[in-house]
C-alpha cells in the first residue's frame, strides 16, 4: 500500500523547472537543490516589486528608477495602434520619444504592480458553510468575494481582486497598486519586433526585436521605482540558472478530462473557426485600402497569434499520447481519493459532477460563439446597458465585471478616447452576422433581434451609420444618466443592446446554475482533495497573476537536429536573404541599410527552459543576482501544449537578448537617452 | 468496375515531382505537362556523360573539359583518409593542388561513366524458361547474367553489369567506361564542408561547403570531357524547375509489406546495434591519442552517417501512418490482380512466397550481423581465399563478386596501397568480437573458430600481429600464387578466413536456397505483374545506377514555421555563434578569420524537392540549360522515409549552392587556377 501511494504521488510530482509559482509559495527547495541557489525573501520583494500586469494581457518590468517599464511590442501594439492616425502610423514605422515632453500618453493602458497577497480561504468557507446547494453556495461566495474585495479597496485604496487558485482549493486577496497613466517611450518598427510574420510565431530559431518601452507617471509625473532590474547586457550563459516572473493567462493542468475532452470536441473547434472567420473578414477589408490595412492590422495580428496557438492546443488535445498521460493522472488520483474513505465520501463524485456540467455546458456551447457581432460599439453598449442597472443593486448580486471593485477599470476603458473606426466596424459586424446566420438555426431569436428582417450588411450598415457610441462623450453621458438617460436613448446600438440585454442574462444566469455553481464547487473539493492526496507540492494553473518559474538557457532537440540556445542578427539576415526579403521576411530600410553598423555576432534571441504561457509576454528575464538577462516574447512551438502539459525536453520559453536590444538602441535607433538612463 | 481499376491505378501514379527515372524512361511527358520543358535526346546524352558514378559509394559531374570531377567532400573523405597519414591531415585541413603536378593519385577509387544501356530482359527470360523451380531458374539466371556481362566486357571492352529493375521485371546491361587514375584536386577543411557534424547530418537550413574535385586521368593524362556542366553561379531561383542526375544507392517502394515488416522487426534493429556498437568502439579508440582519433575520423563519420539514416528509416518503418499507406498500396495491387484470372493464376502467390522466404530469412539474420570481425585484413583475407578458388570455375557458377566481369574491379580494391592501421584493426576486431559474443550462443561454431579459447582482446592481438596482409605485395603474390600459394600461407588471417569459408559458403547457399532464389522468381512475377496491372508509368527502385530526377527549388512546412528555400553565409556564422563556436559548430580558421572577405548574403545551401537517396550523395543539380546549379549533399530529415515513400510537402534534397563554392574557391581558398578552368 504504501508503494501504491508513493507511485501515485510520483505521478504528480512537477518535473524539473517546470511551473508557474505564486510567490508566496516558491520551490524553494527544488532550486537549492537542483542548482543551490536560495530564493531571499528580499530577493522575491525586489522581483515583485518589478514586475508589472499590462491589463492590454502581457507582462512587463521597470528597467530604471524612473518609470521605465519594458515589455513587448506585441503587448503595446493595442496602444501604438489606437495612438496611430492616418498620418502617423507607430506599428509600421516605430516611434522613439527624444525627450520626456516627446512621449505618448497611451488611450487606456492600465498597470498594476502586486504590492500584497492574503490568504482568504477560510472566511470564503465560512461564508458557504451554511448554503444547501451548489445555487446558494455560488451566490453566497458571490457576495463574500465582493465584500472582502470593497472592503480590502476601501481600506487600502488598492486593486483588490479575489484569485481563484488550486480550482478552487484555495482563495487569495491580491493588492494591486494601479496606474492608468502610461506613456509611449519607444517602439520599433512591427518588422523588426515581428520579423518572420505569422509563420514564424511561436518557433525558434527567431530574430525579432520583440520590445517597447512605455514610462508609468502619476500626477503628470515619472513614478520612482527604486526596485527596478539592473540591465545586464551581458545576457546569461548557456546552462544558466534564469527566472521569469510575469502574469501567465490561463492553463489546464489541473483540469479534469471531462473539461478537456468538452474543450477538444466543442470549444475548440468553434474557437478555431469563429477566428478563421474573423481574419478573413479582416483581411478583405485590408484590400479595400492603404488606411483600412493599417486600421486592421492589430486585429489580425492579434487573430492569428491566437489560432496559432489555439490549434497548438488542439492538436495537443488530439495527441493520444497526451490524453493517456492526463487520462493516467486522472485514474491515479480518483484512485488514491477512493483508497480513503473519508476522501471517497467527500469527493468522490466531484468528478462526475464536472463531467455532467460539461455536457450540459456543450448544450448550449453554439450560442456563445455565434451570438457575436464581433463589434466594439455593440460591446461598449451592451456594458452601458447593463452597467445602469447593475450598480444599483447591493454589491454581491450584481453580473460579473460590476463589482465596486472593479467599476474604476470598468469606466477607465469604457471612456477610452481611442480611435473606434466605423468602415472597419460595419465589415466586422456583416462578417460576423454572416456567420452566425450560417452556424445557428434560422429562426434563432438573438439573430432574429439583430437582424429584423436586414441581411446583415444591411443590418450592419444601419447600426454603425446610426449610432453615436464612437464619441466617449456621448458614452460618459450615457453612464452619468444611469437607467433614465439609457432608456430615453434612440441610439441604434443603445436600443438593440436592450432587447438583447434579457438573452444575455438569461444565458449568464443558466450557465452560473448549470455550469459554473457546480464546477466551482466541485472544483473546490477537487482542490482540496488535492492538497489532501498530494499536500501543496505543486502550483496553481494559471490565472493571469505574478507568477514566478525558474530554468536554464537550453537548446532542444528540433527537427532531427539541435536549437541553439542563441541566435544573432546574423541569423536575421540569413533568414530575410533565405526568402529574398519577402515578406514577412523583409527588413525595415533602418536594419538594412544599418547593418554594417551592428556588430552582428550580438545575441538576438536565446531560450530558457521555464515554463510560461500566453500572458508572460513581456516578462523580464531575471539572473540570480535580480539582473535583466532578457526580454520573454514567445514560446516555441512545442510549448504549445503547455496549457496542459510541460515537458522539459522541448518546451522552450522564447526571450529577446538584452544584448541585442542595447545594439540596437545604441546602432540602429540612436536613443542616447534611454540607454543613458538604463545606466549605459 | 471501371471506378475501381481508375482507383487502384491512381493509387501508384507517382506523386508530382516523385521518382528516380532510368534515362531510358525518363518522365518525359510529365515534364512537358508540368512545367512546360522538354527533354530531349540531346540534352539527357549531354547530362549523362557529364554524370559520373564514384565507386567508393557516390555521384559526380564533369564540370570542365578536362576531366576535373565535383562531388562532396563526404563522397571523397575515403580518399582523403587514405591519402593522409600522421604528417598531413586533409581530412581535417583541406588541400588544394596550385598546379597539375600537385594533384594527388587517389588510391583506390573507380569512376564510371555510363556509355549505353540495353534491355535483356528476353534474354535472361528465354535463359530460365525450361528451369522445373526456383533453385534451377536462379542458377540458369546467373549463368545467362555471367554470359552476357563477359560478352560485352569482351566485345567492348567497357565495364558491364547486368542491372535487376522492378524486382525484376526487366533486366538492363549497363555499359560503364571505367577511371582508375583520379587525382586529388581541391577538398575544404572537414568542419567547413560537415559544419554541424552529426547532429546537422540529414536536417535543413544547413551551412555547409560540402564539395570536393577529383580530376580523371587516364595515361598520366587528364581525359578530355567535352560533356562538361557548364558552371552558373547565378543558381536556381525559387521554385525554378532542376534536374538531379546520379546514382541513388536503394530504395525499397516496389518491397512487399512481409518484406517490410522484416526490414523493421528483425533487419534494421540489428543493423543499428551493430552500427552503434561499432561507434562506441571507435569512440574509445580516438580518445587514446590524436593520431588515432585521426585514424578512426572517417569511419566515425560513415557509421553515424548511417546510423541517422536507418533511425530515420526505422522510424519510417514504426510510423502506423506509413505502414498503413503501403498496406493499402498492396492490398489494392493484390485485388487488380485477383481480378483478372490470368494473372491470378501466374502472379497470385507471389506475395505469400516472399513472405515465407522473409520468415526463412529472419530465422538467421543474427549471423548476418554477428559472424563478423569488423575487420579489413579479415576481409582481405576472405577475398584472397575464395577468389583463388572461384576464378578456376566457370564463370556461371562462381560467388557473386567473383565474376569475370567484375575481376578487375576487385583485384583494384584489393591491390589499394591504402593504409591500413594495425592499431586500429585490432580495436576494430576486439570490439566486433565482444560483441558477436554477446548476441550469440556461447556454442556458436562460427566464434568458437575465431576465439579458439581466446578473449576477443587476444584473438585480435595475436590475429594483427600476426599478419602481414596490410602489406599489398603480400596480397599481390598470395593471388598470383593461387591456390596453392593460400593453401600454403601460415598467416594466421588467411589461416583463420580458410577455416571460416565453409560457414560463410554454407550461409551463402542457405540464403541463395531460401531466401534469394524464392524472392527473384516471385519478385520477378510481381515486376510482370506491376507491368500488367499499371504499365510502365512508373520508375523502378534505386539500384546505385544513374537516375535523373527533376523538381524545383522550394521550402517546405518545417516544425510550425516555413524552412527556407537557400541559407546564406550569414546562417553559418549565426548558428556557430549560436553555440558559441562549440563543436560540431566551430569553424575552421580560414572562414572564422576570412569572415571579412565574404559576401555573407552569399547562397549557401538551397533545397528542390528532387527524389533522392543515398548514393546520390556528389550529384549534380542542373538547370533547363543543361547548366550546373548546385551539388547535392543530403536529404533532410522528412526525407529518410523516402526509403519507401516520397512525399513532396516535407521531402527535400540538400545542396550546396554554385555561388558558394565559387565565393569560397575565390575569397576563402584563392584557388584561381581552378576558377579560370571553370571558366570564372
Not at 477610452?416 to 431569436?445: C, F, H, T, W
Request: negative net charge.
Amino acid at each position: 500500500m504504501k508503494i501504491l501511494v508513493l507511485l501515485i504521488a510520483s505521478a504528480v510530482v512537477v518535473c524539473a523547472d517546470e511551473g508557474m509559482w505564486t510567490f508566496d509559495n516558491p520551490p524553494t527547495k527544488l532550486i537549492q537543490s537542483k542548482y543551490g541557489f536560495t530564493l531571499t525573501k528580499q530577493w522575491l520583494d525586489h522581483v515583485r516589486l518589478a514586475s508589472a500586469r499590462l491589463n492590454d494581457g502581457g507582462s512587463g518590468s521597470f528597467v530604471s528608477p524612473h518609470g521605465l517599464l519594458l515589455t513587448n511590442h506585441h503587448v503595446a501594439r493595442e496602444q501604438l495602434q489606437k495612438s496611430s492616425n492616418a498620418q502617423h502610423d507607430y506599428i509600421k514605422d516605430g516611434f522613439l520619444a527624444r525627450s520626456q515632453a516627446e512621449e505618448i500618453k497611451a488611450p487606456d493602458l492600465e498597470v498594476n504592480v502586486l504590492m500584497s497577497t492574503e490568504d482568504v480561504t477560510a472566511r470564503i468557507e465560512a461564508a458557504t458553510k451554511s448554503a444547501q446547494n451548489p445555487d446558494q453556495e455560488f451566490a453566497a461566495r458571490r457576495k463574500a468575494m465582493a465584500e472582502i474585495e470593497a472592503e480590502s479597496t476601501k481600506k487600502t485604496g488598492l486593486r483588490s481582486d479575489i484569485v481563484t487558485l488550486y480550482s478552487g482549493g484555495e482563495y487569495w486577496l491580491y493588492r494591486y497598486k494601479k496606474y492608468t497613466d502610461i506613456r509611449i517611450v519607444f517602439a520599433p518598427e512591427a518588422q523588426a519586433a515581428f520579423f518572420g510574420g505569422d509563420p514564424d510565431n511561436f518557433t525558434y530559431p527567431r530574430y525579432d526585436l520583440d520590445m517597447a518601452l512605455f514610462r508609468v507617471y502619476e500626477n503628470d509625473k515619472p513614478i520612482d521605482t527604486p526596485n527596478y532590474l539592473k540591465w545586464n547586457s551581458k545576457g546569461a550563459a548557456d546552462n544558466e540558472l534564469v527566472f521569469v516572473s510575469g502574469n501567465p493567462g490561463s492553463t489546464q493542468r489541473l483540469d479534469t478530462l471531462a473539461q478537456l475532452q468538452n474543450d477538444r470536441d466543442n470549444f475548440l473547434p468553434n474557437e478555431l473557426k469563429l477566428l478563421k472567420s474573423r481574419i478573413a473578414v479582416l483581411e478583405t477589408f485590408s484590400k479595400t485600402s492603404e488606411e483600412h490595412a493599417r486600421e486592421a492590422s492589430s486585429d489580425i495580428f492579434g487573430f492569428q497569434n491566437s489560432v496559432k496557438a489555439l490549434t497548438g492546443e488542439y492538436e495537443g488535445l488530439q495527441n493520444p499520447r497526451i490524453m493517456e498521460k492526463k487520462r493516467d493522472e486522472e485514474q491515479k488520483f480518483r484512485a488514491a481519493v477512493a483508497a480513503k474513505p473519508e476522501l471517497l465520501s467527500k469527493y468522490g463524485t466531484a468528478w462526475d459532477e464536472i463531467a455532467s456540467a460539461e455536457k450540459k455546458s456543450a448544450s448550449r456551447v453554439k450560442e456563445r460563439f455565434y451570438h457575436s457581432t464581433d463589434s466594439r460599439l455593440a460591446g461598449i453598449a451592451m456594458q452601458i446597458v447593463q452597467y445602469v442597472v447593475e450598480v444599483k443593486k447591493p454589491d454581491g448580486q450584481r453580473l460579473p465585471g460590476y463589482h465596486d471593485s472593479q467599476l474604476e477599470s470598468l469606466k477607465f476603458e469604457l471612456l477610452s478616447p481611442a480611435p473606434i473606426y466605423k468602415d472597419l466596424e460595419q465589415a466586422r459586424i456583416a462578417g460576423a452576422l454572416q456567420l452566425d446566420v450560417q452556424e445557428m438555426d434560422p429562426n434563432d431569436k438573438f439573430l432574429q433581434t439583430i437582424l429584423a428582417g436586414r441581411t446583415p450588411q444591411q443590418a450592419a450598415t444601419e447600426l454603425v451609420n446610426g449610432t453615436h457610441l464612437d464619441d466617449p462623450a456621448v458614452r460618459k453621458r450615457l453612464l452619468e444618466g444611469g437607467e433614465a438617460a439609457v432608456n430615453a436613448s434612440t441610439d441604434p446600438m443603445i436600443v438593440l443592446a436592450k432587447k438583447l440585454d434579457p438573452m444575455r442574462r438569461e444565458l449568464i444566469k443558466w450557465t452560473e446554475d448549470n455550469v459554473q455553481s457546480v464546477e466551482q464547487q466541485a472544483g473546490e473539493r477537487l482542490g482540496r482533495a488535492r492538497f489532501a492526496v498530494y499536500g501543496k507540492s505543486t502550483y496553481p494553473d494559471a490565472t493571469f497573476t505574478l507568477r514566478l518559474s525558474y530554468g536554464t538557457v537550453k537548446g532542444y532537440p528540433m527537427n532531427g537536429t539541435e536549437a541553439p540556445p542563441k541566435t544573432t542578427f546574423y541569423g536575421l539576415f540569413d533568414r530575410a536573404a533565405g526568402f529574398d526579403y519577402q515578406p514577412p521576411f523583409d527588413l525595415p530600410s533602418r536594419i538594412k541599410e544599418g547593418r554594417n553598423k551592428l556588430d552582428l555576432s550580438t545575441a538576438l534571441n536565446f531560450v530558457a527552459t521555464n515554463d510560461i504561457i500566453g500572458g508572460n509576454s513581456g516578462s523580464p528575464v531575471i539572473n540570480k543576482e535580480g539582473e535583466l538577462v532578457g526580454l520573454i516574447f514567445d514560446g516555441n512551438i512545442e510549448s504549445l501544449v503547455g496549457d496542459f502539459v510541460y515537458d522539459i525536453e522541448t518546451n522552450r520559453a522564447v526571450a529577446v537578448h538584452t544584448a541585442a536590444m542595447a545594439e540596437a538602441l545604441r546602432k540602429l535607433y540612436g536613443a542616447d537617452r534611454l540607454l543613458k538612463e538604463l545606466g549605459m
